[in-house]
Nanobody, 124 residues
Framework: QVQLVESGGGLVQPGGSLRLSCAAS????????MGWYRQAPGKERDLVAS???????NYADSVKGRFTISRDNAKNTVYLQMNSLRPEDAAVYYC??????????????????WGKGTLVTVSS
């Protein structure tokens, strides 16, 4: 199995910055796309940013120019640098990854995994 563990959330004032990390561990052959989603109370879980294994990125319009997603393939880790944070950025941030694993007979299969989330609070 595969586990995704997020870290880096916390309380920050408006205009401040945070850096989230998500490390994947377990039965990993390779990782395809990785991404960050967020869910505020009473709202749906929405995409914040994603990154392919080749480094192509995609951002929600609301975070373009403020957030940067990156990944370290050697560490199976994805990051989200969040700058100029706003109160509306407050949410639980979840990591998602499409992980390729192998069976005992060396067959490869892909499966999507989610982390348990890390809380970001933006308040003065």
């Amino acid at each position: 199995q595969v586990q995704l563990v997020e870290s880096g959330g916390g309380l920050v004032q408006p205009g401040g910055s945070l850096r989230l990390s998500c490390a994947a561990s377990g039965s990993i052959f390779s990782i395809n796309a990785m991404g960050w989603y967020r869910q505020a109370p009473g709202k749906e879980r929405d995409l914040v940013a994603s990154i392919s294994n080749g480094g192509s990125t995609n951002y929600a319009d609301s975070v373009k120019g403020r957030f940067t997603i990156s990944r370290d393939n050697a560490k199976n880790t994805v990051y989200l640098q969040m700058n100029s944070l706003r109160p509306e950025d407050a949410a639980v941030y979840y990591c998602k990854a499409e992980v390729v694993s192998t069976t005992l007979t060396n067959l490869r299969y892909a499966r999507v995994y989610w982390g348990k989330g890390t809380l970001v609070t933006v308040s003065s």
